[in-house]
């Protein structure tokens, strides 16, 4: 069984700083693209970064330059630093990533379970 747990959401004022944390455990092959999406209410799922096991990373136009995603291959996990938050980032914030299970010849699509994150004053 893989599984991802985000963690480090929580309430921030307009302009402050979060770190979102995703480990992947379970009988795991390969980790290769890993990334963060985020929902608001209403709105449809939207990438936010993503990055490659090599460490190309790609980012969302409204976060460039604020948000940056990096990536511990050791120890399985993907952080997402989001600095000079606006309250136009409030949302659930989901993990993912492609994994080759132990047990498997082929990569499949994982997903957390979502952290929340609001900016609010």
């Known amino acids: 069984q893989v599984q991802l747990v985000e963690s480090g959401g929580g309430l921030v004022q307009p302009g402050g700083s979060l770190r979102l944390s995703c480990v992947a455990s379970?009988?795991?092959?390969?980790?290769?693209?890993m990334g963060w999406y985020r929902q608001a209410p209403g709105k449809q799922r939207e990438l936010v970064a993503g990055?490659?096991?090599?460490?190309?990373?790609d980012y969302a136009d409204s976060v460039k330059g604020r948000f940056t995603i990096s990536r511990d291959n050791a120890k399985k996990t993907v952080y997402l630093q989001m600095n000079s938050l606006r309250p136009e980032d409030t949302a659930v914030y989901y993990c993912?990533?492609?994994?080759?299970?132990?047990?498997?010849?082929?990569?499949?699509?994982?997903w957390g379970q979502g952290t929340q994150v609001t900016v609010s004053s």
């Open positions: 993912n990533a492609d994994i080759r299970p132990l047990w498997e010849s082929r990569r499949n699509d994982y």
């Open positions: 379970g009988s795991i092959g390969g980790i290769y693209g």
């Open positions: 990055i490659s096991y090599s460490g190309s990373t």
